[in-house]
């Protein structure tokens, strides 16, 4: 079964719990947009405060412990035996954190709204203001769901594998870097901006567009493969796609934020 589900199909669908996971590093905040308007029967899902722990020795966005996540994702009604549907804007880089930790903490059925919000309004479908008002859900987090590096997991894999570096190329290169402190890349990773990953409204680009793309980075079968980017939100999009391609993929879950805060560990640039 796809990942993805399309605004019609969605539309169908009548015992399932969405989520808007609208959120864009440095604003506007998420909450606002969705008070502005959203899917009817979605509750927002807060990036920051849900899907991750506070930020520290573990990156920007570390992941969220098993009893934390749990509580929240009971409090926004997701149950274990209900399909859960996440979106956000357009391009599903805040939608697949969600996606991949409600994967990675055991729930079988989570699927990403392809094209986001701006798909569903285009296929004429209503958006509402009212804020959805949903039964506590009984999902139990379990973790080990999807696969997970860790720093030196990352570096043997840049090295034995394939590790791929979500973030935009200048990241990679070194040339600027907005956010962490040190700019550049993990020595053998390969650049892989998760932009290229969609067309420009949005939605995915196709299975074989996508499994084409990866296979020339070297994302083949009997290679293991994985991913970062800055904090481990936009690497969860590329797992994301690398899953729609049919590969699967390991998340570097502290990402660039994390491998910068031990000085021992080398950095790569150009």
């Known amino acids: 079964m796809s990942p993805l589900i399309t605004p019609e199909e969605l539309a169908a669908l009548h015992d399932v719990t969405i989520l808007d996971v609208r959120w864009r590093l440095g604003g506007p905040p998420g909450a606002d ?71 990675y903490y055991g729930h079988g059925d989570v699927r990403v709204l392809d094209g986001g919000l701006r798909a569903w309004d285009r296929a004429g479908l209503p958006v509402v203001k009212d804020t959805a008002a949903v039964p506590p859900g009984d999902f139990e987090a379990a973790p080990g769901g999807m696969p997970v590096l860790d720093a030196d997991q990352a570096a043997a894999l840049a090295d034995n594998g394939v590790l791929l570096d979500a973030r935009a190329g200048e990241r990679y290169r070194g040339e600027v870097e907005p956010v962490d402190p040190v700019a550049g890349h993990i020595p053998g990773a390969i650049s892989a901006p998760t932009a290229q990953n969609v067309e420009p409204g949005g939605r995915f680009r196709s299975r074989g567009f996508l499994r084409e ?7 083949v079968e009997g290679v293991q493969v994985g991913a970062y980017c800055g904090s481990g939100v936009t690497a969860a999009h590329e797992v994301l796609a690398l899953e729609v391609a049919g590969i699967t993929a390991g998340l570097y879950a502290g990402s660039w934020s994390h491998w910068v805060t031990d000085p021992a560990r080398p950095v790569a640039t150009g």
């Open 213 to 219: 793309r990866f296979n020339t980075l070297g994302a």
């Open 33 to 103: 947009s969705y008070a502005e308007g959203h899917i009817p029967g979605a509750v927002f899902c807060d990036l920051d405060a849900d899907l991750a722990s506070p930020a520290g020795p573990g990156g920007r966005h570390p992941l969220p412990a098993a009893d934390a996540f749990q509580a929240a994702m009971r409090r926004l009604g997701v149950s274990g035996a209900r399909t859960v549907v996440v979106y956000d804007d357009a391009d599903s880089t805040a939608a697949a954190r969600a996606w991949w930790t409600l994967r």
